[in-house]
């Protein structure tokens, strides 16, 4: 089972964005793997943290995750990665590194820690953008959760150069300015004593290597305009207007930077016969007067298909009959909606002379009176009201 993000960051619901920063600040540092070398359940915490840190820094994805929690990130993932795969320590020190500052790990760790970027000191590349994409699903698919493959038009990585940029290995050279480190050191004597400063290369931009000769497949960006079939899983109980992501599924990044994320924003496919409010789905009934007063069996529409339901002897017209479970789910929730089915007796519209003298013999009688204690008009006054 999922862990909440606010407990993992060890803050309350109503924290401030500079207490949740601080917070994974903490946590991080406690299970950054230089600091536990070689304990994997570290890793997977400082993942976990990461993670947490990624929906609950932004705003919009947290008000996501307070209304639907990890649902609306996509079902079977440790977190707001999305819907598939999961950060590894690389994309963490790339997207979040900022927050210990440029060279905090190397200070605290005795040199060997990891800056920004990761991979032993180097950032790869710039990280590509993300994606947005409408997806219609119609009320079967919405009701029971859908896997879809959808065709993406997006940058992806250069399979000539292998994302690199490059044209060959040859032009792969070390950084001079840097010597491989993707980091400039720098000593200023302040009041206070001499101060080391620890900034990106300008030159290579903190990936430590310089390109000589670009691929020219690429132009050196390390991706190409392409094509890439997505198979996105959507939970059961999505809604209009929701959105999905899915972590690296969105634009390539350019020299092996890591990929954007895939925003999946749903649409509703209008039923045809169907309306959705809320949980619960509605139905109009019309049935014409003698089935209200004899009693019938009728079939309805539902989101699993056809059910018969029995209409009583004196049905009126606006009675609300209820099929239990018969809506939507809620999001990774046990509560599911019911059906309600709003009968309309219909009134005819068109009567010949016989019919017309049978109703006003019929109306005479006590049965056919309105009940006194309610203001709706009786079907007779309808009829009047149509034919006058």
């Known amino acids: 089972m999922k862990r909440d993000f606010y407990e993992i960051l060890g803050v309350t619901k109503s924290a401030t964005a500079d207490e949740i920063k601080k917070a994974y600040r903490k946590v991080a540092m406690q299970f950054h793997p230089d600091r ?116 993406v038009k997006k940058h992806v990585s250069c399979n000539t150069c292998s994302g690199s940029g490059a044209k060959d290995k040859g032009s792969v050279q070390t950084c001079n300015t840097c010597n491989g480190s993707g980091q400039v050191r720098r000593v200023s004597n302040t009041f206070l004593g001499q101060m080391q400063t620890v900034t990106t290369c300008p030159t290579c931009n903190g990936e430590g290597t310089t390109v000589t000769a670009k691929c020219t497949s690429c132009k050196g960006e390390g991706r190409v ?3 890439e079939t997505i198979s996105i899983d959507i939970p059961a109980g999505v809604h209009e207007g929701m959105q999905l992501s899915m972590n690296g599924k969105g634009n390539a990044g350019e020299r092996g930077g890591a990929n954007g994320d895939l925003i999946i924003q749903i649409e509703e496919e209008a039923h045809a016969e169907l309306q959705r409010d809320g949980l619960n789905v509605a139905f109009d009934l019309h049935i014409s007067f003698p089935d209200a007063t004899f009693g019938t069996q009728v079939e309805v529409p539902t989101i699993d298909g056809r059910a018969k339901i029995k209409i009583p002897p004196g049905t009126q017209s606006g009675k609300i009959f209820r099929l239990k479970g018969k809506g939507f789910p809620e999001v990774q929730g046990y509560t599911r909606g019911d059906q309600l089915i709003h009968v309309n007796v219909w009134t005819p519209q068109h009567l010949s002379s016989e019919e017309k003298a049978i109703l006003e013999k019929l109306n005479h009688s006590e049965n056919f009176k309105p009940n006194p204690n309610k203001s709706d008009k009786s079907f007779f006054d309808r009829v009047r009201e149509a034919f006058s």
């Open 36 to 151: 536990n070398p070689g304990d994997k359940e570290a890793e997977e915490k400082f993942k976990e943290a990461a993670s947490a840190y990624e929906i609950l820094s932004d705003a919009d994805k947290r008000a996501k995750y307070d209304r639907f929690g990890h649902a609306a990130f996509g079902p079977g993932t440790g977190g707001g990665s999305g819907f598939g795969g999961g950060m590894n320590t690389d994309d963490i020190f790339s997207q979040f590194g900022d927050i210990f500052g440029d060279d905090m790990f190397s200070n605290f760790f005795g040199g060997g820690g990891r800056s920004r970027g990761g991979g032993g000191g180097r950032a790869r590349g710039q990280r590509g953008s993300n994606l947005r994409i409408k997806l219609k699903l119609n009320f079967e698919e919405m009701a029971k959760g859908v896997t879809k493959n959808v065709k």
């Open 225 to 227: 305009y392409g094509e």
